[in-house]
């Protein structure tokens, strides 16, 4: 797991966070963990989950016991290492997006710094949370 205050992190924050990428983020959760999954989305973002903007629940009955986070982006030759370490392909078609994330803890400390559940993100919001000291990493990730 990455440090969020780690100097990768803060790359890899404005990699994703850049326009080009495209990012999308969604999550998908069952029956039984919606209602942390609001709440924690909440705390972090400021904002709430509405079901069927970005926010799934599988029904009933499901195969499924918990929640999913997932980042889909447009990568391209200058991913970070370290982000690259974490991409798969996406299992189905998402549009344009030729890579995934998974990683539930690393998906809610892009939350915590600013990315929300749509279809792209806002980098100036993202931008705005960024502490002063981790900024030139920011901006380093961004430009790539």
């Known amino acids: 797991m990455m440090n969020k205050f780690h100097k ?14 495209i990012t999308k983020l969604d999550i998908e959760t069952a029956l039984n963990t919606q209602s942390s999954v609001q709440s924690k989305y909440q705390k ?14 599988w ?7 918990g929640s999913e986070l997932r980042i889909y982006f447009n990568s391209n030759r200058n991913i970070p290492a370290s982000l690259a370490a974490m991409v798969v392909k996406p299992r189905f078609s998402r549009g344009n997006y030729n890579a995934r994330i998974n990683n539930n803890d ?7 710094f600013g990315f929300t559940a749509t279809d792209t993100q ?11 000291q981790k900024m030139n990493d920011y901006k380093a990730g961004f430009n790539l």
Request: glycine share 8%; net charge neutral.
């Open 106 to 112: 690393f998906v809610w400390d892009l939350i915590e």
């Open 122 to 132: 806002n980098s100036n919001r993202i931008s705005s949370m960024v502490p002063i």
């Open 59 to 65: 029904p009933f009955g499901t195969n499924k016991w």
């Open 8 to 21: 990768d992190f803060f790359i890899i924050l404005g990699y994703l966070s850049s326009p080009i990428r």
């Open 44 to 57: 972090l973002a400021g904002s709430q989950l509405i079901i069927g903007n970005n926010f799934y629940h």
